[in-house]
């Protein structure tokens, strides 16, 4: 274990070009040699804290993590590389609260070293090859901005371009007022995003972290074809203060938490942090694993294609069999084009075999 | 006819959109469909009666309508829950979805809700998977989908029946990420600051058309829809209608895929130049 907590602290230096935050449950960065838990209040080295994934030796709290911090948990040592870092939020509102928007976009980032609430990119998790898009609670609250949206999207254009399996790593206030209804526009769009992987057959999985609510809990964080969540996650659409004041109902013990979310069937599993790394790769090797390793596809024609092509390819297929059948001719030319097409579809063109 | 939401300011609209005379979707069935239908139930627990469905004719063919339905007397409003959806609500939408498609039947969904109910049952019965559930499945349609915002456009309680093609809005309903109350509680700390939060949030029909969220604006008689209900519903049909008609010249498959880039392009980004985080961040306006 010593060594693969190394690699972590190393990965955390490589990536990161401040001095990496570590927050609070209440998102605030704490100073100090020693991190105090929040629950049991047991004092730790933060050095050891860390080394045990930001989760309590004593009674297995799992702390709010950053999202690079999050990636170098996850990832190959230095297999990771962002894409998309360059787009920028605007402000499309020019909106004023207490405080105008622009001014706590850039506090967001001077606070978490990054500029935005998503950070996006290729890696590589246990030797699979994979897309993996990490948000960041301390970042505005983690919310869905335009930002958040268009890197979701690209990641997924990415993930289906390669047929790489996409891992999201969820935690959000949901979505971000300041940008108004656009704002609740990404819901829309990263929901189209999933489409396009569902439809394109990639596997996607997603992780919930605390706090994950709102309109990314209602969005592509819930879609994922494996759905899991860290240990005393807060899992919700409305939060507690918003039920309590519109209905007057009380909560009861363990509500939205991701425990009770399992019970009720809305996950796959609540998994401690530190088998978090294992059991993605397992997921994503078992959801792509109906590819035999030599490269044959056990599958019909079109299995990894999108729908629409391999539907197409299909209908080719037995339209040739029907014309050769009934004497027509042409029925040789549209056999040999959807035999070509469906090779096309099983290893596209540049892919690597496996 | 004017545009009376440009001169009044955001508040006053959010006003008119919840004036307890407003027509609901039910008055807009009543005046717009023929024949109606009502369909009802998720088929898997119970009906919720804050969105209303069924079948039933507009002009001269069969269509699908689903709405919320939000009431007028207290009675209905208690019996409706406001037109805040359950997770019922929105897998019944659902189901008439899959019904539109299996039978190839335009979709037309009117909104008009303050947002999904925020209730524990509600919580536990899987409320935000049934938002984006609903979202998917409107998504996948090949058929053509019309929606019109006849009220309160409230958050992804009002989007889950918003994946359309076309996204009308009568000019004094109003469409946002969150109440403006909400919005106040949270950014001003104070509920009391909902007319700032309400400007802030753009959420008008004018507004939401330079935003290229929405396609067009209904016209509305003069002091709101409530004022002459007919005649409101006269200026939504021939919306609606006039949709309809472009929608039918694309394939079907091609109309997916136009509403797939519809909602791709939403949103306000630019690709930044300069190192990857500290740099200074153009947040001013688009350099475009």
Redesign the interface.
Known sequence: MAASHSRVLREVAALSPLEVQFESRNGAPREGSFWSCPTCEAQTDRAEWRRALSVCPHCGYHARVGARERVAQVVDHGSFTEEWGRLRPLDPLKFVDLEAYPTRVRGAQAATGLSEAIVVGTARIEGVDCVLAAMDFGFMGGSMGSVVGERFYRAVERAVADHTPLVAICTSGGARMQEGVLSLMQMAKTTFAVDLLNEARVPYVAVLADPCTGGVVASFATLADICVAEPGARLYFSGPRVIRETTREELPEGFASAERNLELGHLDAVLPRAELRTRLACYMRLLKGGVRNDGTDTAAPGQWAGGDLGRRVAGETRRASERARRGIGGARRLAEEATRRAKELVAPPGRESE | MRHEARRHDAWVTVGICRHKDRPRTRDYIEHLIGGFEELRGDRLRADDAAVVGGLGWFESRAVVVVGHQKGRDLNEQTQVNFGMARPEGYRKAQRLFALAERHRLPVLTFVDTPG?Y???A???G????A???T??SM??LTVPVVATIIGEGG??GA?ALA?ADRVLMQENST????TPE??AA????DAKFAP??AE????TASR?LE?E?IEDVIPEPRGGAHHNPSAAAARVRVAISDALTELDAIPP?ERRRL??ER??R????????GP???SA??????ST
Do not use: D, K, T
């Not at chain 2, 469409?175 to 969150?178: D, E, Q, R, T």
């Not at chain 2, 949270?186 to 700390?189: A, V, Y």
């Not at chain 2, 939403?266 to 130049?273: K, P, V, Y």
């Not at chain 2, 961040?281 to 688009?286: D, F, Q, S, T, W």
């Open positions: 999904a925020p209730g524990v509600a919580e536990e899987g409320q935000a998977r938002i984006a559930e979202m998917l998504a996948r958050s992804g989007l994946v469409y946002s990420v969150i909400g919005c949270i950014l001003w700390h700032q939060a802030a949030l753009h959420p939401l935003l969220v498959l509403r797939r909602f791709r939403l949103g306000s980004w630019i690709e930044g130049a990857y985080a500290m961040v153009p947040l001013g306006p688009p």
